[in-house]
C-alpha cells in the first residue's frame, strides 16, 4: 500500500500507516539489527514506499522515544548506522501486538464468511 493517498482523508490515512511501519520495524529490530537501507527493502515487499525523508526520520524518532538504540559500525569503509531494539521498544511491540490482534479479531468478524 502506498503511502501516497489523496486529500482530504490522505493525511490521516498516511498516519495510520505511518503506526504500521512503526511497529513493523520493531518488530524486525526486535529479530536482528536492522538498517535503513534493508528496512526499506523489506517495507517495499509490503506495500510501503517511503522515501528517505520518511525512514530516517521515523527511526531517529523510534531512538529518541527510546524504543531503537542506534549502533554506529564500519563496513566496507562506509559508517553504517543499525539498529536494536530496547526493553522499552519490546515492551511497546508486544502491547502493540495485543492490541492488533483484538482488533484484528474485531475488524475482521464476518469479513470473511
Same mark, same amino acid.
Given at each position: 500500500?502506498? /503511502?501516497?493517498?489523496?486529500?482530504?482523508?490522505?493525511?490521516?490515512? #498516511?498516519?495510520?500507516? *505511518?503506526?504500521?511501519?512503526?511497529?513493523? $520495524?520493531? &518488530? &524486525?529490530?526486535? +529479530?536482528?539489527?536492522?538498517?535503513?537501507?534493508? !528496512?526499506?527493502?523489506? *517495507?517495499? %515487499?509490503?506495500?510501503? #514506499?517511503?522515501?528517505?525523508?520518511? /525512514?530516517?526520520?521515523?527511526? &531517529?524518532? /523510534?531512538?529518541?522515544?527510546?524504543?531503537?538504540?542506534?549502533?554506529? +559500525? *564500519? @563496513?566496507?569503509? @562506509? #559508517? @553504517? #548506522?543499525?539498529?536494536? $531494539?530496547?526493553?522499552?521498544? !519490546?515492551?511497546?511491540?508486544?502491547?502493540? %501486538? %495485543?492490541? $492488533?490482534?483484538? !482488533?484484528?479479531? +474485531?475488524?475482521?468478524?464476518?469479513? !470473511?464468511?
Amino acid at each position: 500500500m502506498p /503511502l501516497k493517498i489523496q486529500e482530504p482523508t490522505g493525511r490521516m490515512i #498516511r498516519q495510520f500507516f *505511518l503506526g504500521f511501519v512503526k511497529i513493523h $520495524i520493531l &518488530h &524486525h529490530a526486535a +529479530e536482528e539489527p536492522v538498517c535503513g537501507v534493508d !528496512l526499506a527493502q523489506e *517495507l517495499s %515487499r509490503h506495500g510501503y #514506499r517511503l522515501s528517505p525523508g520518511t /525512514l530516517y526520520p521515523t527511526l &531517529h524518532g /523510534l531512538e529518541a522515544a527510546g524504543y531503537l538504540q542506534c549502533h554506529v +559500525e *564500519l @563496513r566496507s569503509g @562506509r #559508517r @553504517r #548506522r543499525s539498529y536494536t $531494539i530496547t526493553r522499552s521498544g !519490546l515492551k511497546a511491540l508486544t502491547q502493540a %501486538r %495485543r492490541q $492488533i490482534r483484538e !482488533l484484528t479479531k +474485531e475488524v475482521m468478524k464476518g469479513a !470473511l464468511d
